[in-house]
C-alpha cells in the first residue's frame, strides 16, 4: 500500500472562486486557510510556517527581493511572493 503525504498549495489568484473550483470541486482538496495580505511576511502566515516546523530560508537574490522562502520539513522550499504571475 502506498503512503502519500499531504501537500499545501499557496499561490495568489486572479479569480479565486474559479482557482477554488478548479482545487477544491475539480481535484477533491480542501481549503485550510484564506488570508489577505498587503506582502509577503506581512500578515500571520509567516510566524504560522515557523510554528509549524518550517524554517524561513533564502532562495537566491531574486526570490529574496520578490518574496518569502520557507523551508518545509523535508526540505522542499514554498515561495510566498506578491509578484504578478503572467504566462504570456
Do not use: K, Q
Amino acid at each position: 500500500m502506498r503512503t502519500f503525504r499531504p501537500a499545501c498549495i499557496a499561490r495568489p489568484s486572479r479569480d479565486l472562486a474559479a482557482a477554488e473550483r478548479f482545487w477544491v470541486d475539480g481535484l477533491g482538496l480542501r481549503v485550510l486557510y484564506r488570508g489577505a495580505a498587503d506582502g509577503p511576511g506581512e500578515h500571520d502566515l509567516a510566524d504560522r510556517l515557523v510554528r509549524a516546523c518550517g524554517t524561513r530560508v533564502s532562495a537566491g537574490p531574486y526570490w529574496d527581493r520578490w518574496g518569502v522562502t520557507f523551508a518545509d520539513p523535508d526540505g522542499y522550499c514554498l515561495v510566498l511572493s506578491t509578484r504578478a504571475w503572467s504566462n504570456g
